[in-house]
């Protein structure tokens, strides 16, 4: 009776994020995939606790993703050592979170999530060309 209206507000969910996408600077997008990293951490944690595996192999799996493909791969080889730093603390959270997930590890789990926090924070400080610019 429900599904379609399920189904509809995923369809939906999928469009705002494919627009917040579309419209977002190079600042945002960043700001993004921390969230998206963030979030699927902290619902592998409840998946854990609540000893759900499956649920939280697809979520360290999707955090994983997105520090590997999204993070780290939109560092600048350029970068100097900053990028050479950050992109050594990428691999070695990437790492953590494989052994939680091997072995059920919610310590590596928080330990990722402050991490990668502590990174979204720092980021945010950050001024953009446009902030800058207002």
Known sequence: MFAPFRSQASAY???QV???VSTADPHALVLMLF????SAIATARGALQRQDIEAKGHSIGKAVRIVEEGLRGGLNP???ELASNLNNLYVYINGRLTHANLRNDDAALQECHDLLSGLRDAWTRMQTPQQNAA
């Open 13 to 15: 969910g999928r469009v």
């Open 18 to 20: 494919e627009t917040s």
């Open 35 to 38: 969230d998206g990293a963030l």
């Open 78 to 80: 350029a970068g100097g």
